[in-house]
């Protein structure tokens, strides 16, 4: 469930059809757009925010307004602080210009673990960089953002680095506009050295003494020239003071002598003149300025509510038409807010003269904002009256909605305002301040407050009756507490790695859940099977998870199932079931598109997962063609999981293209993106690395890898190590043919033996198949081939049934010899001469050969391989749709005109769709996309 938006925090407001125009400035504006950045810098009241809208909507009517473009408005608060909730807010403003962006982003900074920044802010920019129309993006009061502030266990960091990074990448079309009371910690030196940033300060928005004459006379004052000049002077153009001496202005017989007296720094002379304002009104219209001061936004309902009167709406309107400093936040004048400065100064006083009103009107608002079924206004003007028990009552009735949003970052950041006494006395908080640790990888956190909750629990069970001191306000919460301690316990050991807790705690969940608690039962479900995956039992694992998953989807967790299927499908991989693992991904695709767009964004994984499957088969154009689309979805997503899994399935075909140095920086990327989960890590990062080292011939680097991970041919084993002793076994092999020490064989050889009985008792067919390659490769370095020949012959009597290629190809020369020796015994699956073909240079499987077919929903792909390198950079929507004019008799500028664009634009799609195709014409570039499907 998304998290909720303010709608009225994504309008830009309206500017005073009684404005001062102010071409010079406007100017100003319309000159910089050809930079990245304009920065609007200036002290309280010296209308930045005022500026811009006029700007923007070109009222007054004489305003020069900006250039034809898209505006995305999005007005900050101190909440926009957190990370999460800035990004989400960034995308639900850039969806005020393109309603579709950004999808994939909202839904990955929902996840249990989101991505880094940078990835999500490339995903971002990227769908940005496929628009058509320029835009402007307007951050106004960018100074209430707090840098210190950073989401706990979150990778996002702050606010500041995410806004760093949108701005070094800016794609073209979007300029961007910060309005800020003071100087943001951003790169602003270097946007001036490189001519992208324009400035207004303090100086540039002072009024001119004209401007000034204007502005007091809309505020329906007939002052002399000289009277003008000398206020002028007096607030050096400052617009807030201006506004302010105005309205004490009013009713004043001696106006003159007003000014004269009138004097001070700014401070001075915003108390001065809120003095003199709040004193002049009447005693109602001071009552409701200083008791309606607590509030960000103002409307008429809500005004009623904390005052208690019922004219709210009528006040909210007579203010506006007063001048007294409210700003409209929608076109229906339904929502307001006092000018920041106003609103700062009202609270001052209020603090000042009733002090102990200032809890009872956040009660109020807090109790409205219940009522309309905001629970985070209501929970922060709970928590600003200081009423924590209703903030537990809050917290606990909202913790539903949290879990199914993944908020546990929000939840954490809410519980640890409250007084310990207030948590510890609450049994479902304790329970859920363990589950927000966990969301936010506070791991050690978990099990302190779910022993306090437990404790509880003990007492009833005890004595068979609640304890008075005991508060529960969710009873059905309540209900499920048993249950929810022992998933978060197995939560918890399954990500220490702890399986035989994980097992014990999982199924207490399963024993514990109540029978309707369906989401409870069926994760407790998958827990188990996750921990019987990562122990190796494989298809007790597969059939456990697949069961929990089953209860999750009648749940109503549809992205819990469709992400399901890459666990499903891993777990036959290891299995050596091929065909299962690519059939049940690609039921999970077409599961996937019949719930809409959306959850299509959810299986960049699938398709990575069928690319290996492709690849392993020697199918290497269709392997590239998936990470194509996977690529193209992780960016939407900005999943931290696909990426990684991405560069690591990349890294093994750049690997075979013979790019061993760019199959590192590859890995690298991958160990930089990872990011642990709930499912086992079987295949380290680590030891693939070490593989390529091997490939290079730096055994040196492989040696000091098996040294830091600790491993020796004489560890016991275990499946979540399997990969890491298969590939010692490599390097030891490896040593043993630089060194010739014979100790160096016997203990690949014996390590080799213990791990073939333990994948074969674990039916694991896929390590199985390996760990016989490497049998015979040992043989084979002592040149006993007959000895080699026999794991060998083994090795492709299992592969064979489910079409395993690569797995021998990739042994290179070694392994065509043995081939060859097998072959001229006649001993080997006929197969064998295909495995033969390809590593002595021949091509890869022709097309109809590929042992899996091609999922249609995985168009376009082709199951042909050409000779060069395939193409891994995806075209653009963009790009896809001029190529597809291409194949037709138009030309250039008529293409230009079908697609409503300039001929600039369309050969700067040309010259792109030349260079991902390695072409150099039309007709060569039709040809190529013939081949490759793609039209």
Known sequence: MPTPILATKLYVPRPRPTGVHRPRLVERLNHGLHRKVTLISAPAGFGKTTLVSEWLTGEPAETQALPKRQVAWLSLDEGDSEP?????????????????????????????????????????????????????????????????????????????????????????????????????????????ARDQLTELRGADLRFTPTEAAGFLQAMNLNLSTEDVAALERRTEGWIAGLQLAALSMQGQEDVAGFIRSFAGDHRYIVDYLVEEVLQRQPEAVRSFLLQTAILDELNGPLCDAVTGQTEGKARLGALERGNFFVVPLDDKRHWYRYHHLFADVLQVHLLAGQPDLVPTLHGRASEWYEQQG?????????????????????????????????????????????????????????????????????????????????????????TGERPAAMIVANEEEFRHLPGSIALYRAGRAQLLGEVDNTLHYAQRVIDLAPADAILLHGAGTALLGLALWTSGDLEQAHRTYAAGMASVQLAGSI?????????????????????????????????????????????????????????????????????????????????????????VAMARIRQTQGDLEGALSLLNEADRLYVADFSPDIRPVAASRARVWLAQGRLGEALSWAREQ?????????????????????????????????????????????????????????????????????????????????????????????GYFRIFVDEGPPMAHLLRAAAAQKIMPPYTAKLLAAIEGEQPSRAGESPLPTTPSARPLTSRTFIGQPLIEPLSERELEVLRLFATELSGPEIADELVIALSTVRTHTKGIYSKLNVNSRREAVKRAEELNLI
């Not at 209501?378 to 200081?386: D, V």
């Not at 499946?719 to 590939?727: C, S, V």
């Open 84 to 192: 999460t909730r800035f990004l989400t807010y960034l995308v639900a403003a850039l969806r005020t210009v393109a309603p579709k962006l950004g999808e994939g982003v909202l839904d990955a900074l929902q996840s249990p673990q989101p991505a880094p920044t940078e990835s999500i802010l490339a995903a971002l920019l990227n769908e940005i960089a496929t628009l058509t129309d320029k835009f402007v993006l307007v951050l106004d009061d960018y100074h209430v953002i707090d840098y210190d502030v950073i989401d706990t266990g979150s990778p996002l960091g702050a606010v500041g680095d995410a806004l760093t990074f949108l701005i070094e990448h800016l794609p073209p079309q979007l300029h961007l506009v910060i309005t800020t009371r003071e100087d943001p910690d951003l790169p602003l030196a270097r946007l001036r």
């Open 374 to 462: 905001s629970t985070a206004q209501a929970i922060r003007h709970a928590l600003a009256a200081k009423d924590f028990v209703r903030v537990a009552n809050l917290i606990e009735y909202a913790i539903p909605a949290l879990g199914r949003r993944r908020e546990g970052p929000t939840l954490l950041g809410w519980l640890k305002t409250l007084p310990d006494e207030i948590v510890q006395v609450r049994p479902i908080l304790c329970v859920n301040y363990a589950w927000a640790s966990m969301a936010s990888g506070e791991l050690e956190a978990i099990e302190p407050w779910l022993q306090k909750a437990e404790r509880w629990l003990e007492t009833i069970a005890e």
């Open 710 to 802: 600790s491993l020796s041919p004489h560890d016991n084993l275990s499946y979540l190590r399997e990969f890491e002793h298969i590939t010692l076994a490599r390097v030891l092999l490896a040593r043993y043919q630089s060194d010739r020490a014979e100790q160096l064989l016997l203990e690949a050889m014996g390590l080799l033996d213990r791990l073939l009985q333990a994948a074969e008792a674990g039916e694991r067919t896929g390590n199985v198949i390996e760990i016989l390659i490497v049998q015979a490769l040992t043989h084979q370095a002592q040149d006993d081939i007959a000895a080699a020949l026999i794991p060998l012959q083994q090795a492709l009597t299992l592969a064979e049934p489910e």
């Open 559 to 647: 992205s819990d199932v469709i992400n399901s299927a890459n666990f499903l499908a891993d777990i036959r991989v290891a299995q050596g079931r091929l065909r299962e693992a690519m059939s049940t991904l690609e039921q999970s695709l077409r599961f996937a598109s019949k719930q809409g767009e959306a959850y299509l964004q959810a299986t960049a994984n699938h398709y990575i997962g069928m690319s290996e499957l492709h690849y392993e088969h020697n199918d290497l154009d269709a392997a590239v063609q998936h990470l194509q689309r996977s690529k193209a979805l992780s960016e939407q997503s900005a999943l931290p999981h696909s990426r990684a899994r991405w560069s």
